[in-house]
């Protein structure tokens, strides 16, 4: 047995995130180490991450700031219990947080991921509305295509429908929007009556509801999993409208949004214009070498639960490792790193250059729609150019495309009939150029694939 072949044996008792039952061969590449924006495999294979880990590798791989910042703090204490000792470096992450948040954004609850981050934002909202009294208004809203995690409170504001096959969910206070994607918008509207219908669709939910039950809306200002879908202009900053004018609480969900995926901290402002009443964040947090999350919270809703309390209402929400001492260092060292390299104005420069050299994938006969911002992008495969019927799932075309590029020394992240890409920030032009070249050519072998198996792709 080879080196490799034994580690997959072990890993067989693995149960991996969506794990598909009912295969026998687990075919997954042992990733040995990393190096900037590279990983290489067991067999020693160079790979350029493409999708920078799972959104989240914002610094690269192999950073030793943050891995001394992090040995440092094990070595001088490497746990406390959030409920009773704070820690210099969870108080002093903190401060960082709300310095770069927009508005007053100020305080700060801490998680051990994104999902947890997004069931304690949801819990958050329900405390603050029994503590006023308001035990009705407990609804919340989301939209299709939506990825907020995998607790069962993210899961079931979560809009992916795929994901929604086999498993439970909450359906009573989940209400579903329609997607904001302008590929898939209905073909007699242009972008302006798409935001136009979208906002009406928003309001009416909320009065069909009631707005005396309706707590939160909850958004990522880029629908990621769901397919980097960017929500055309006007948006995010119409909806927080029409939930300022009903009491609806915007919950902006920066899981991957945030520190510097858009060349910004945060994007809810910065790109889009708009200062959510909460922020979630996670991955890029710590780009990826511990797991930490956080809700960040306006001062205004928090003064109100403090003028509201009585000494009774407690916020009954944490975990043993909320704001991890060694997950605050590495965050800490990992925002160093983004500042002292320049690495959002890097994030914003280099993500134009990507953007622009995706969009030369559209010649290509399956691919339908090629979109993003910043450091984050997307090419959609269809069936018809003229339909823009997606190519179905049995065609695997994602996974054939990532196949395809992984033998040409890319990682591409397959979803479907699409493949996202976020690689980390320090990327350059010329390692971007390498990407999209290797990404032409994985769906040049893919599509001849299909062609072999005379599933040819109508034009
Ligand atoms: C927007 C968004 N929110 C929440 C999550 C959940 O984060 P985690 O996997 O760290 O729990 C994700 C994960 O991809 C995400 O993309």
Redesign the pocket.
């Known amino acids: 047995m080879t080196q490799t072949e034994k580690i997959l044996a072990m890993d067989s008792r693995v149960i991996h995130p969506w794990e598909g039952f009912g295969k026998s061969v687990n075919q997954r590449t042992i990733i040995s180490h990393g190096d900037g924006i590279y990983v290489y495999d067991n067999d020693g294979n160079k790979l350029l991450d493409g999708p920078g880990g799972?959104?989240c590798n914002n610094v690269g791989h192999g950073q030793k700031r943050i891995v001394d910042a992090m040995t440092k703090q094990a070595a001088v204490l490497s746990y406390v219990s959030p409920w009773s000792h704070p820690t210099e470096v969870s108080a002093q992450l903190a401060t960082k947080l709300a310095e770069m948040a927009p508005g007053d954004l100020n305080r700060v609850h801490y998680t051990t991921?994104?999902?947890?981050?997004?069931d304690s934002a949801l819990r958050f909202v329900m405390f603050y509305n029994n503590v006023r009294g308001q035990y009705d208004k407990k609804h919340i809203l989301s939209r299709h295509d939506a990825?907020?995690?995998?607790t069962y409170l993210?899961a079931s504001v979560s809009g992916k429908s795929r994901d929604k096959n086999w498993l439970d969910f909450e359906s009573e206070l989940v209400h579903f929007l329609t997607s904001p994607n302008p590929y898939r918008m209905p073909k007699n509207m242009d972008e302006k009556d798409f935001v136009n219908h979208l906002l009406r669709e928003l309001e009416e939910t909320i009065l069909d509801i009631g707005p005396n039950k309706v707590a939160a809306f909850i958004a990522?200002p880029i629908l990621?999993?769901g397919g980097v879908i960017v929500p055309p202009a006007g948006y995010h900053m119409g909806c927080l409208q029409i939930c300022r004018q009903y009491d609806v609480l915007y919950i902006s969900?920066e899981?991957?949004t945030g520190f510097g995926r858009l060349g910004h901290w945060f994007a809810s402002e910065e790109v889009f214009g708009i200062v959510p009443d909460i922020i979630?964040t996670?991955?890029g947090i710590t780009s990826s070498y511990a797991?930490l999350?956080a809700v960040l919270i306006s001062d205004r809703l928090i003064n109100e639960v403090d003028s509201l309390s009585t000494n009774t209402s407690i916020f009954a929400n944490g975990f043993t490792y909320s704001g991890h001492p060694v997950a605050c260092a590495a965050a800490l060292a990992n925002i160093e790193i983004i500042q002292e390299e320049n690495l959002l104005e890097n994030a914003r420069n280099v993500g134009c250059y990507m953007q622009e050299k995706l969009k030369s994938l559209i010649d290509l006969p399956i691919v339908g729609d090629i979109r993003g911002l910043g450091l984050m992008g997307c090419v959609e495969c269809v069936a018809s150019k003229d339909t823009r019927e997606p190519l179905e799932a049995d065609y695997k075309i994602g996974a054939r495309i990532d196949a395809h590029c992984q033998s040409l020394g890319l990682l591409v992240r397959p979803l479907i009939n699409m493949c996202v890409l976020s690689p980390a920030l320090l990327i350059s032009e010329s390692e971007v150029d390498d990407m999209i070249a290797i990404l032409r050519l994985g769906i040049e072998r893919a599509t001849a694939d299909l062609c072999a198996k005379q599933l040819t792709p109508s034009k």
Request: no cysteine; proline share 4%.
């Open positions: 799972m959104w991921g994104g999902s947890t981050a997004v990825y907020h995690g995998s993210s990522e990621a999993s969900d899981v991957v979630t996670a991955k797991p999350g």
